[in-house]
Structures are given as structure tokens and as C-alpha cells.
């Protein structure tokens, strides 16, 4: 099974911070990527398909690399709306997610 | 519009049954896979089982392999999840969500997501 791992687990932001985050996955996945937003009580919702496909309707802060087994999700200025948590996912096999990563206000 | 929404979670005791449900509306419910995927309280997301659109092809966690049977009624657009000797490990909110494939094999991704339905497994 591919194993997915993040980095960093948690991180404390300022608005308007450049916000980089990292996903490796234990063997390639070519780039069968993906990145959620979830907000605390909320569903996940889609950010980024195919490692760098921005979803419909997110906004153009937001941007996703890579491929094999190295990822990142950017966020470019942070706003405050962005505080959520993150996963990868990759779709390569069955769709395991990332443990995730915690932007908070600093 | 795109609408998921689950039911059937509740109390349950280990080594009991319960069986979830998830009513799908607002697309041709028959042209997509769909999925399980859960969380734990306070912890991360974990998919359980996916179904492709004519249920030939089924996937499951390892987690869940053996206990856990994923089914879909296409003629009434709904998606079920049963669920047997339920451990205390399987407590969590259970989302079921809509699969968009667009690279054939491998390439797919979860664009509808519902609000979930809480399982506890305790005695």
C-alpha cells in the first residue's frame, strides 16, 4: 500500500505569509495528486487535482507541484479564510490521504 | 445542484452491526464511482471503500477488509455501507463522496463531499 506522509504537521501563519507545504508519497504516483481544504465542522473541499490543476471556483492563491513522490501545496498570500486544515490524497491506487497539516494564526 | 447526504450512523455496541446510507441528487447518480471515507474524532481523513459506477470494481481499506461491505443502488440513486463487527476504532463521522475520473486507471478525485453521519461504537 502507498503510504502518504506531510510536513510540516502543523504551522502558524501570519495573513499575507507565503505558506508552503509538502506531501511525499513512499512510491511514485506519477502525478495523481491531490489536495483538500478542510475548515473545523466542515466537509473537505477540493483544491488541487492532478498535483497542480487548480478545481473551479479556488482561488488563483493557491497553487500545487510535483510529481513522483514529492508535492507541494503554496499558498501564495495568505488570507484569512485559509485557516484549515490540509491533506493530500493520492489517486494512483485506493485513495489513501496524508496525516495533514494545521495552518493557524501566529 | 450536487447534493450527498448521509444517514444511519448512531450508537452501537462492538461487535454489532449498522448499516449507512448516502442519497444521492443533482447528478446521474449511474455515471460515477463513489466512496467512504471517514474520520475519526479530531483526527485525519481515512478513506474505507470505493465502488465504480456498475459495481464491478470494489475497493476496501485494510482497515476494514472482511467486516465492511460497500453496495450501491443505482435505480434509486443511494450508496450504503454495512458495516459488521464494529470495533471501538471504527468510531468516527463517515462522509461518503463523488468520484471524478479524468485519467482513466488512475487519475480521480473527490469534488462532492456530504456532511457526514457520526458512528460511536461503545458499550
Known amino acids: 500500500d502507498i503510504q502518504m506522509t506531510q510536513s510540516p504537521s502543523s504551522l502558524s501563519a501570519s495573513v499575507g505569509d507565503r505558506v508552503t507545504i509538502t506531501c511525499r508519497a513512499s512510491q511514485s504516483i506519477s502525478s495523481y495528486l491531490n489536495w483538500y481544504q478542510q475548515k473545523p465542522g466542515k466537509a473537505p473541499k477540493l483544491l488541487i487535482y492532478?498535483?497542480?490543476s487548480l478545481q473551479s471556483g479556488v482561488p488563483s492563491r493557491f497553487s500545487g507541484s510535483g510529481s513522483g513522490t514529492d508535492f507541494t501545496l503554496t499558498i501564495s498570500s495568505l488570507q484569512p479564510e485559509d485557516f484549515a486544515t490540509y491533506y493530500c490524497?493520492?489517486?494512483?491506487?485506493?485513495?489513501?490521504f496524508g496525516p495533514g497539516t494545521k495552518v493557524d494564526i501566529k | 445542484e450536487v447534493q450527498l447526504v448521509e444517514s444511519g450512523g448512531g450508537l452501537v455496541q462492538p461487535g454489532r452491526s449498522l448499516r449507512l446510507s448516502c442519497a444521492a441528487s443533482g447528478f446521474t447518480f449511474d455515471d460515477y464511482a463513489m466512496h467512504w471515507v471517514r474520520q475519526a474524532p479530531g483526527k485525519g481523513l481515512e478513506w474505507v471503500s470505493g465502488?465504480?459506477?456498475?459495481?464491478?470494481?470494489?475497493g476496501y481499506a485494510d482497515s476494514v477488509k472482511g467486516r465492511f461491505t460497500i453496495s450501491r443502488d443505482n435505480a434509486k440513486n443511494s450508496l450504503y455501507l454495512q458495516m459488521n463487527s464494529l470495533r471501538a476504532e471504527d468510531t468516527a463521522l463517515y462522509y461518503c463522496?463523488?468520484?471524478?475520473?479524468?485519467?482513466?486507471?488512475?487519475?480521480?478525485?473527490?469534488?462532492?463531499w456530504g456532511q457526514g453521519t457520526l458512528v460511536t461504537v461503545s458499550s
Open positions: 465502488i465504480s459506477w456498475n459495481s464491478g470494481s470494489i
Open positions: 492532478a498535483a497542480s
Open positions: 490524497q493520492q489517486s494512483y491506487s485506493t485513495g489513501t
Open positions: 463522496a463523488k468520484e471524478t475520473t479524468y485519467s482513466y486507471g488512475h487519475g480521480y478525485y473527490f469534488d462532492y
